[in-house]
């Protein structure tokens, strides 16, 4: 079949139509692969975001546990003495009180200068230690083990036993230390701890 040119006259329209709806669609496909392309982007900026968000949440979840975990710390530390200026006297009067309680023939003691045991790793709190040379006249062994377990209970300071030494004493006559059969000596340390911003 051969084409006249009263054919082309009444395909041309038709052509034209066809080759100008190829370019309208080819134009709608540029354009939705250009929206398409914009809401990628707009989706992945909303995911990073979220990710920060999150991430932050987490964050902020973490230093509340340890806010809190701190703060029971503190409030533990506070019942129990520990924190502020060591507090000799009310340590020697305990000492003395359970020595009295406990019947125990004799007893000396002498602390040390108190010294800082900061070592850089915590900003926030400051310990320091007083050590303390104790020397007890006993009945038997059990003395020192209830002396010992009713000052780390008592004392308002951390009591860290170091070492002791029981040794039988010599036979004595007079007053109720005659009656000590063993005599004890204890190295230990008093530690009590302040907030950083309070360091001497």
Same mark, same amino acid.
């Given at each position: ?7 082309? @006259? ?12 190829? $370019?309208?669609?080819?134009?709608? $496909? ?21 990710? @920060?968000?999150? /991430?932050?949440?987490?964050q902020?979840?973490?230093?509340? /546990? ?5 703060? @029971? ?22 000492? =003395?009180?359970?020595? =009295? ?8 003691y002498?602390?040390?200068? /108190? ?9 926030t ?19 020192l ?6 000052? /780390? ?15 039988p ?19 230990? @340390?008093?530690?009590? $701890? ?7």
């Amino acid at each position: 079949m051969t084409l006249t040119s009263r054919d082309l @006259q009444k395909l041309g329209l038709p052509l034209f139509a066809a080759l100008a709806m190829t $370019v309208v669609a080819g134009l709608l $496909v540029w354009g939705s692969q250009i929206e398409a392309g914009k809401a990628e982007h707009e989706r992945n900026v909303a995911t990073t975001a979220k990710n @920060q968000i999150e /991430q932050r949440l987490r964050q902020v979840r973490t230093e509340e /546990q340890e806010i809190r975990e701190r703060t @029971q710390l503190l409030k533990q530390l506070q019942n129990s003495g520990i924190t502020g200026e060591e507090k000799r006297l009310d340590w020697m009067e305990m000492l =003395r009180d359970t020595q =009295r309680e406990l019947r125990l023939p004799g007893m000396n003691y002498e602390f040390g200068a /108190q010294t800082s045991l900061d070592n850089g790793n915590d900003a926030t709190y400051a310990w320091f230690t007083s050590p303390m040379r104790l020397q007890l006249r006993l009945l038997h062994e059990e003395d020192l083990l209830n002396f010992l377990a009713r000052v /780390q209970k008592n004392a308002k300071a951390l009591v860290i036993v170091r070492s002791c030494k029981l040794a039988p004493l010599p036979r004595q006559v007079d007053g109720r230390e005659g009656l000590a059969q063993l005599g004890a000596e204890c190295e230990m @340390q008093w530690l009590t $701890v302040r907030p950083a911003n309070q360091k001497k």
